[in-house]
């Protein structure tokens, strides 16, 4: 329920507080006070859009506020999506509470700033919210049918959830939409793989070869650098054969050779070593020296033994080598990147591999969806076709009251593909008088039909509804006299489930109120200023006289008392 409304620096409003009381509030004033002023601001609570030009004349910002008192039925739902939002949970105290545990929502307070040029600012319990986050909270708090909303009627795709409103089948249709949605998401991800399917062929043709490519080579780390020495090696063994054997005539195999000199100096030290001692350390030194020469004689036969011309080996490394050069040209790195590729090859390699199973696996996933989610629109469609008739029975008692009792409103259902919906099309059908066949209420209703039949639907589904609060912008367009009376007889009908704000230029409609507001614009200091108050008793029957016959006489205050006395007794 709507508490309190405090709208600031709004278009010709600089600072109206509104105390909105349970049951039918109703809204009145001359043509062009702020009346709409006041809706346009509410409708702002509930995320309607924000305009540039709302800002009050030299003033920056415009502020809407109010303190919303939530009923018990949508108190989890409210704080469902308070939670999942991470905003405050509640005022207590005046003290916001953090979201995130379990709780109901009792009281918002919900705070909207314009900018001038049309940036707005959403708060919730203090806290900045998205106007997202508005939507969601703000619709389900707040039902506008404003004096053009009823042309919402006419567009076809709207009529369903009306239908379903009425059965009560919100909550089944969600299901449904869930689980359309999951048979969607399955058949896209099966025709997007079904699709890609030729150029995942492709690849992966490219990648076996690739990777065959690089797994015959078998390259090892730090072979090219290996191939390059031993190439360098066959290219050189001349230089090599000569170097070698001028060592070994140098160390063992010359007349003058480091072996046989060694020797001969080891037997000169031994003979001297007989007198003098100190000499025998120093023989240790020339024997070692002897045993490393030889060691590297051995050495150097060897290595000269193993050195010869070998031109098909040569040739067998050059063509490794370019072999393994080519597949790092190929890679774009070396013989590391070459190996790194091929991981990330075979790893792409298994991953389309992997597809395959997937596409199994949805098809599988799509052939189990398919008759569930069809099941389930059958069970939705029963309930709409069920419930149908009882609401064509229930609005045309409705408009029956409303001064159309020769219409009949028909709900038209046709089967179509199945969708996140259902299975079913609907249509709300005219047929204005009888023996007049059913026609699309785009092309037989008027305005005022249209804002009857809207009032008629409403009454219909106020039990149904979600919603707390309904506001009613001058949806009595187009009708006066008795029919005004039981347009007034049918939103305090539906005032006694929820609150009702309801703006109307009819006073047999006003009458019917339980509270009484009056906007008023003055002129003065230069400037225009748009005003709300709440009429006493005596203020009110003035106000219905004024709007019975344009001013005020006895006469119209006698049959404004008249109009207030009836519409108490009703």
């Known amino acids: 329920m709507l508490q309190q409304l405090r709208v600031t620096n709004f278009a010709l409003i600089s600072d109206v507080s509104i105390e909105f ?15 709409s002023l006041i809706v346009e601001a509410v409708n702002l609570l509930r995320g309607g859009r924000a305009n540039g030009d709302m800002p009050r004349t030299g003033c920056a910002e415009a502020v809407v506020e109010a303190v919303i008192a939530v009923p018990d039925d949508l108190a989890n739902a409210a704080a469902e999506i308070l939670q999942r939002s991470g905003l405050p949970l509640d005022l207590e105290g005046g003290a916001a509470t953090q979201g995130g545990g379990n709780g109901r929502c009792g009281e918002l307070l919900i705070r909207r700033v314009v900018a001038r040029g049309g940036r707005s600012r959403t708060y919730i319990n203090g806290a900045l919210a998205t106007a997202a986050v508005l939507g969601e909270l703000g619709g389900m708090l707040i039902d506008l049918s404003g004096q053009h909303e009823h042309q919402g009627l006419i567009v076809p795709d709207k009529h369903r959830a009306i239908l379903d409103g009425y059965a009560g089948l919100t909550p089944q249709v969600e299901r449904l939409h869930g689980a359309y949605q999951s048979l969607a998401d399955a058949r896209h991800e099966l025709a997007l793989l079904q699709t890609q399917q030729a150029d995942r062929i492709a690849r992966a043709e490219y990648l076996e070869f690739m990777c065959g490519e690089v797994a015959a080579a078998a390259p090892q780390p730090g072979e090219l650098e290996q191939l390059e020495a031993e190439r360098v090696r066959l290219t050189a063994v001349e230089h090599l ?30 003979r001297a070593a007989r007198f003098d001692d100190e000499l025998a350390e120093l023989i240790g030194l020339v024997r070692e020296a002897k045993v490393l020469t030889d060691e590297a004689a051995a050495a150097l036969a060897r290595y000269d033994g193993r050195l010869e011309a070998n031109p098909d080996r040569l040739a067998e490394v050059m063509a490794r080598m370019e072999l393994l050069r080519k597949l790092c040209r190929k890679h774009g790195g070396d013989l590391a990147e070459v190996m790194a590729a091929h991981e990330r090859m075979t790893a792409e390699l298994a991953e389309l591999a992997g597809r395959d199973g997937r596409i199994a696996e949805l098809e599988a996933r799509c052939g189990a969806l398919e008759p569930q989610v069809l099941a389930m629109a ?96 001058e949806v009595d367009t187009g009708v006066g006299g008795s029919t005004a009376v039981a347009i007034g007889r049918q939103i305090r009908q539906v005032s006694q489930a929820r609150q009702v704000l309801c703006v109307t230029h009819l006073a047999q409609l006003a009458a019917f109120a339980d509270h009484h507001y009056l906007v008023e614009k003055h002129h ?11 009429l006493s008793a005596a203020a009110r029957r003035d106000e219905l006289a004024r709007m019975l016959g344009g001013s005020a006489t006895a006469k119209a205050k006698a049959h404004a008392q008249e109009l207030l006395a009836d519409a108490q007794a009703a």
């Open 21 to 35: 009381g349970e049951g039918f509030n109703v809204l009145t004033g001359e043509t062009g006070a702020g009346k």
């Open 241 to 270: 054969q000569r170097g070698v054997g001028a060592a070994l005539a140098a160390i063992s195999d010359g007349e003058a050779n480091a072996a046989d000199g060694l020797g001969a100096a080891i037997r000169e030290l031994e």
């Open 378 to 473: 059958r069970e939705v469609s029963s309930a709409r076709i069920a419930a149908a008739t009882k609401l064509s029975r229930a609005v045309h008692k409705a408009l029956a009251e409303l001064g159309m009792g020769a219409a009949q409103l028909l709900v038209q259902r046709s089967e179509c593909a199945l969708g996140a919906t259902g299975i079913d099309r609907i249509e709300l059908m005219l047929a204005a008088n009888k023996g007049l066949e059913a026609k699309p209420l785009s092309k037989v209703a008027s305005g005022g039909e249209l804002s009857r039949i809207m009032l008629a639907l409403k009454m219909c589904l106020r039990r149904a509804d979600r919603v707390a609060t309904y506001v009613f912008d």
């Open 524 to 534: 003065g200091s230069g400037k225009t200023e748009t005003t709300v108050r709440r």
